[in-house]
């Protein structure tokens, strides 16, 4: 079994820290060098993804893409966004 909690950390307009929390059982099986080694793997695959995608700046207009109804958290963010000023919400630009 395992939880993973993954917070960011703005630093700068394209810079951010990630921070894991990892919680398992799997020290039964694996040792903390395997489960350490396949953690990066994973986020390593995911900061691939994020870093290619474009905008880089992400719309807060929720016409400008295509939603499911799994997006409406993130929608909600992004109403919060615009509602605090901010014309983007992974670089901040005010208007």
């Known amino acids: 079994m395992e939880a993973i909690v993954l917070t960011i950390t703005p630093v ?6 990630g921070w894991i929390l990892l919680a398992s059982n799997y020290d039964e099986v694996y040792s903390a060098a395997e489960v350490a080694e396949f953690t ?22 929720s016409d400008a893409e295509f939603h499911l109804r799994c997006d409406r958290t993130s929608l909600q963010y992004r109403k919060w966004l615009a509602d605090l000023g901010l014309t983007y919400g992974t670089i901040a630009a005010h208007h």
């Open 40 to 61: 990066e793997l994973i986020i390593g695959q995911d900061i691939r993804i994020v870093e290619s995608q474009r905008p880089k700046s992400l719309p807060l207009d």
């Open 12 to 17: 700068e307009p394209e810079q951010s820290i």
